[in-house]
């Protein structure tokens, strides 16, 4: 929800650089606008690239840890796994509530 409503802060922000840029009477204002609102903006929409990347489990061998943990956000249990070739780790949810 938050996501969503920054990007439409940022456009509008962006338009109403535009327009004060086009009018010539508040020119610095205007600049200030569209930079914050496309800096929000692409941020917003790239942000989620320098997280994890997806783990391919097919070409692996990929084996069970000991280590469990609680989510704590949904609350379900967490199995770790461990590929010994690449030192990868992967985290899946087994569904089950604490």
């Known amino acids: 929800?938050?996501?969503?409503?920054?990007?439409?802060?940022?456009?509008?922000?962006?338009?109403?650089?535009?327009?004060?840029?086009?009018?010539?009477?508040?020119?610095?204002?205007?600049?200030?606008?569209?930079?914050?609102?496309?800096?929000?903006?692409?941020?917003?929409?790239?942000?989620?690239?320098?997280y994890r990347p997806r783990v391919d489990r097919r070409d692996a061998h990929w084996e069970k840890t000991s280590e469990r943990f609680i989510d704590p956000v949904s609350g379900h249990v967490v199995d770790v796994l461990y590929n010994p070739e690449t030192g990868e780790r992967d985290y899946v949810d087994t569904g089950q509530s604490e």
Not at 24 to 31: D, E, M, S, T
């Open 1 to 50: 929800m938050l996501r969503p409503a920054l990007v439409i802060l940022g456009i509008v922000a962006i338009g109403v650089g535009a327009l004060l840029i086009a009018s010539g009477y508040i020119l610095p204002a205007g600049v200030y606008l569209v930079g914050s609102g496309l800096i929000l903006v692409l941020g917003i929409l790239f942000e989620r690239r320098g």
